[in-house]
T-cell receptor
Framework: GQQVMQIPQYQHVQEGEDFTTYCNSS?????IQWYKQRPGGHPVFLIQ?????EVKKQKRLTFQFGEAKKNSSLHITATQTTDVGTYFC????????????FGTGTKLQVIP | EPEVTQTPSHQVTQMGQEVILRCVPI?????FYWYRQILGQKVEFLVS????????KSEIFDDQFSVERPDGSNFTLKIRSTKLEDSAMYFC?????????????FGSGTRLTVV
């Protein structure tokens, strides 16, 4: 079945440093979604990318979808303590309503 | 902002007992899902539900699991005879392809502890 891996598994950064998590799928994706899960919380949708090579920005967050639509990345510039949590990518094989397969997640800890 | 509501927030049950987890989806959403997350691990797909029937299910969703929408509003997940390995956080999620938010909206989850 489809597998979605993320690296790194954990990342500790000093506040103000940048952070990047990488997502790789074993199969070509129709779309990629990104979620943030705060400690003890539930996944919260951040963004969806659909087009090959697409780049989207949300304030300090930059999301990219690879040309082959098998990988993606999330980059956070100048991390803040509010960025703490686990970031999951989630790949959709086709259609918007079918299940997405979550990646293994990257847990971000920001040291003040 | 519309929310997905899940009850109970925490359920402790003895092995072999039946549990029912409840979800109230966002009112105009048509696609419903159950996911689970074992502590510290990734979010795993269990089942998707559309038009009052299961549209897809994972290998985890065996005969011990069932879903239904008994009254047109609540969406339930039943585990008939719980096992220790069913201990996890269970999330309900809903989706609407007509909205501007293209992602899934997750509920706050039910923490199931099987003892």
């Amino acid at each position: 079945g489809q597998q979605v891996m993320q690296i790194p598994q954990y990342q500790h950064v000093q506040e103000g440093e940048d952070f990047t998590t990488y997502c790789n799928s074993s199969t070509t994706l129709s779309n990629i979604q990104w979620y943030k899960q705060r400690p003890g919380g539930h996944p919260v949708f951040l963004i969806q990318l659909v087009k090959s090579g697409e780049v989207k920005k949300q304030k300090r967050l930059t999301f990219q979808f690879g040309e082959a639509k098998k990988n993606s990345s999330l980059h956070i510039t100048a991390t803040q303590t509010t960025d703490v949590g686990t970031y999951f990518c989630a790949g959709g094989p086709s259609g918007g309503y079918q299940k997405v397969t979550f990646g293994t997640g990257t847990k971000l800890q920001v040291i003040p | 902002e519309p929310e997905v509501t899940q009850t109970p927030s925490h359920q402790v049950t003895q092995m072999g007992q039946e549990v029912i987890l409840r979800c109230v989806p966002i009112s105009n959403h048509l696609y419903f899902y159950w996911y689970r997350q074992i502590l510290g691990q990734k979010v795993e797909f269990l089942v998707s539900f559309y038009n009052n029937e299961i549209s897809e299910k994972s290998e985890i969703f065996d005969d011990q699991f069932s879903v239904e929408r008994p009254d047109g509003s609540n969406f339930t997940l039943k585990i008939r005879s719980t096992k220790l390995e069913d201990s996890a956080m269970y999330f309900c999620a809903t989706y609407s392809p007509t909205g501007t938010n293209y992602g899934y909206t997750f509920g706050s989850g039910t923490r199931l502890t099987v003892v």
